[in-house]
């Protein structure tokens, strides 16, 4: 089970932090990866975290402006956001992808392998 929060409204040139509470499956075999959907958009790839230091992707278009973390000493994972734009609105889903080797660019940015999906939380931004 996945459970995102953090959303909210914010006015352009904000910051908000994201957070992605994890139960039910073995957090540190599992790559984090955080995705969005606009109205009437699909879903798009954000950024992800592997369960190995060091892999971390990051969407081109938002790369500078966010940054993502996991704590698995507490199964969380968290997506900072900054310098907000209201073309950032969206609903934000957290993902888990389980993966045994290791993580790659296209892997992390195939929403169809996710097994595990949050029910997303709302950020909407201000102009």
């Known amino acids: 089970q996945l459970q995102a929060s953090g959303g909210g409204l914010v006015q352009a040139g904000g910051s908000l932090r994201l957070s992605c509470a994890t139960s039910?499956?073995?957090?540190?075999?599992?790559?984090m990866g955080w995705f969005r959907q606009a109205p009437g958009k699909e879903r798009e790839f954000v950024a992800a975290?592997?369960?190995?230091?060091?892999?971390?992707y990051y969407a081109d278009s938002l790369k500078g402006r966010v940054a993502v973390s996991r704590d698995d000493a507490v199964n969380m994972v968290y997506l900072q956001m900054n310098t907000l734009k209201p073309e950032d609105t969206a609903v934000y889903y957290c993902?888990?992808?389980?993966?045994?080797?290791?993580?790659?660019?296209?892997?992390?940015?195939?929403?169809?392998?996710?097994?595990?999906w949050g029910q997303g939380t709302l950020v909407t931004v201000s102009s």
């Open positions: 993902g888990a992808l389980y993966h045994d080797f290791g993580l790659t660019s296209s892997t992390a940015k195939a929403a169809s392998l996710y097994s595990y």
């Open positions: 039910g499956f073995n957090f540190k075999l599992y790559a």
């Open positions: 975290v592997g369960n190995v230091i060091g892999q971390i």
